[in-house]
Nanobody, 117 residues
């Protein structure tokens, strides 16, 4: 059974930090690239960051989060992370992790991040 379980979301003041985790089971984690996406109320889901299956390539970041967010993964623990710093109210959204390999893709259920001004 495939599972991606995000955790680490919550309420934080602007300027604060959060670390999201995405724990994976049910498939071979180290063969899948991982992306973090987010969806704010009334907006489309957007790609925030991406990392290759072995974590050794150039990571991908949306312009809006470059220099503030860092994506990483620990293949020994089947877990991906999104370290978020200098958070802004506009970062408020549900954050989802996505595992991708070719045409195969799995999504987590999301975790809410709320940044207060």
């Amino acid at each position: 059974q495939v599972q991606l379980v995000e955790s680490g979301g919550g309420l934080v003041q602007a300027g604060g930090s959060l670390r999201l985790s995405c724990a994976v089971s049910g498939f071979t984690f180290n063969t899948y690239a991982i992306q973090w996406h987010r969806q704010a109320p009334g907006k489309e889901r957007e790609l925030v960051a991406g990392i290759s299956s072995n974590g050794n390539g150039n990571n991908l970041y949306a312009d809006s989060v470059k220099g503030r967010f860092t994506i990483s993964r620990d293949n020994s623990k089947n877990t991906a992370f999104l370290q978020m710093s200098s958070l802004k109210p506009e970062d408020t959204a549900v954050y989802y992790c996505k595992a991708i390999m070719g045409r195969s893709a799995y999504w987590g259920q999301g975790t809410q991040v709320t940044v207060s001004a």
